[in-house]
């Protein structure tokens, strides 16, 4: 059906170059291939994740129902934000730039919701002793019990844990910056810089995210020098390619949602 | 060179226009209700390998859904479709070379 509908010669265009390989243009394809080398930094997490999980007998099953349905929370707002994505780049083909902004908002809208959720689980954990030896120490440490011995006895669940969710926070966090830029351009660098305060100053210095908030302000930098060397308006190919992305950091999220969380589910 | 991606792009964009709305809205609805069935297999107590195969299967129902709906692949021309999707399956299918060593792990008991 695609062959019919997208000819490789482009009859409209003088004939100075060869017709696409691929049947679309080249920012296209060049955001596939790094989704595909992306694929491949997830998929080592993940089969890193389930090579401890095989090889350990006493493997935890720490998540109680309040995290199962946080969890479940946060994948209705990414399936949710890849729907808003879709109706962006609809709205950027059909040249509405008025909807193509509020859809592309109301994407990082659902992608801050689950940031923040996800924060909010990882500091829960965190304080009730599943923690990493790089991670402050806590005063309530002392008195954790479960998720402390989950920590002592199988390291192996809090490396692979952060290392898998915080891989996919950061694509997050980076995605609702990508898609901040091209919907608002440089009006969203001030609004990035008050978002690095606020991450900053509103956690405590014993928060693993303390630190790393200024993920924020390096990203704010380096958007502001793409933007100062390459002013542009973003059209509508400009969108899909950002969705492509957006939508690979929720499809990415429907292997570790099954695989980390409810295959590890406690329910009494 | 510009003008020329440009009217691959605008070729592209024109294909978008196409697309019924109502079949993103049937896509999510759809991927929200196997996320549902997901959970609500957490909560029967299955074995543990059972219920792995269901929700890999699920995941991998829903993965496809996304990359051709969502991410437009079902719409890509045919050598776009199995060169990525070929390339990107068998890649991840090599990394499952280290799992007999897990399994041996385990048959041996180290603790």
Redesign the interface.
């Given at each position: 059906?695609?062959?019919a509908?997208?000819p490789?010669d482009?009859p409209?265009?003088p004939a100075?170059?060869e017709p696409?390989?691929?049947?679309?243009?080249?920012?296209?394809?060049g955001m596939?291939l790094f989704l595909?080398s992306d694929?491949?930094t997830f998929?080592?997490l993940l089969?890193a994740y389930?090579?401890?999980r095989?090889?350990t007998?006493n493997w935890p099953t720490p998540f109680h129902s309040e995290s199962?349905v946080n969890a479940?929370v946060m994948?209705?707002f990414l399936?949710?934000s890849?729907?808003t994505?879709?109706?962006a780049?609809?709205a950027?083909?059909?040249g509405d730039a008025k909807k193509q902004r509020l859809w592309l908002l109301a994407t990082m809208a659902c992608g801050m919701g689950f940031v923040i959720l996800h924060g909010r689980e990882w500091s829960t954990l965190i304080a009730e002793g599943l923690t990493l030896p790089v991670f402050p120490k806590l005063a309530e440490h002392a008195t954790a019990t479960e998720f402390a011995d989950v920590a002592k006895t199988v390291p192996q669940f809090p490396a692979t844990f952060f290392g898998l969710t915080g891989m996919h926070m950061l694509h997050v966090t980076l995605g609702v910056i990508y898609l901040g830029i091209v919907a608002l351009r440089r009006t969203f660098i001030p609004i990035l810089l008050v978002f690095w305060l606020a991450a900053w100053l509103g956690t405590p210095a014993s928060s693993p995210f303390h630190y790393g908030a200024h993920i924020l302000l390096v990203a704010a930098i380096v958007c502001a020098i793409i933007l100062w060397l390459k002013p542009k308006v973003y059209?509508?190919?400009d969108v899909?390619v950002a969705?492509?992305y957006w939508?690979?950091v929720?499809?990415v999220w429907?292997?570790i949602?099954?695989?980390v969380y409810?295959?590890s589910?406690k329910?009494l | 060179m510009e003008a020329f991606q440009q009217a691959i792009a605008e070729r592209v964009a024109e294909q978008h226009r196409h697309h019924r709305m109502t079949q993103f809205f049937v896509v999510w609805a759809a991927l929200l209700i196997l996320t549902a069935v997901e959970v609500y297999l957490t909560y029967q107590n299955m074995p543990a390998v059972r219920m792995l195969t269901i929700l890999i299967g699920l995941s991998l129902v829903k993965a496809a859904l996304i990359i051709g709906y969502f991410m437009h692949m079902k719409y890509e021309i045919s050598r776009m479709k199995w060169l990525t999707m070929c390339s990107l399956v068998a890649c991840l299918a090599l990394m499952m070379i280290f799992f007999p060593d897990a399994l041996r792990i385990i048959s041996l008991g180290v603790k």
């Open positions: 059906m695609s062959e509908a997208l490789h482009l409209d265009v100075a170059y696409s390989l691929f049947g679309t243009y080249s920012k296209k394809i596939w595909l694929s491949l998929g080592a089969y389930s090579y401890g095989i090889s007998p199962i479940t994948t209705a399936l949710t890849s729907l994505m879709v109706l780049v609809r950027a083909v059909f059209d509508s190919a899909e969705g492509l939508h690979f929720d499809l429907m292997f949602f099954p695989l409810l295959m589910a329910i | -």
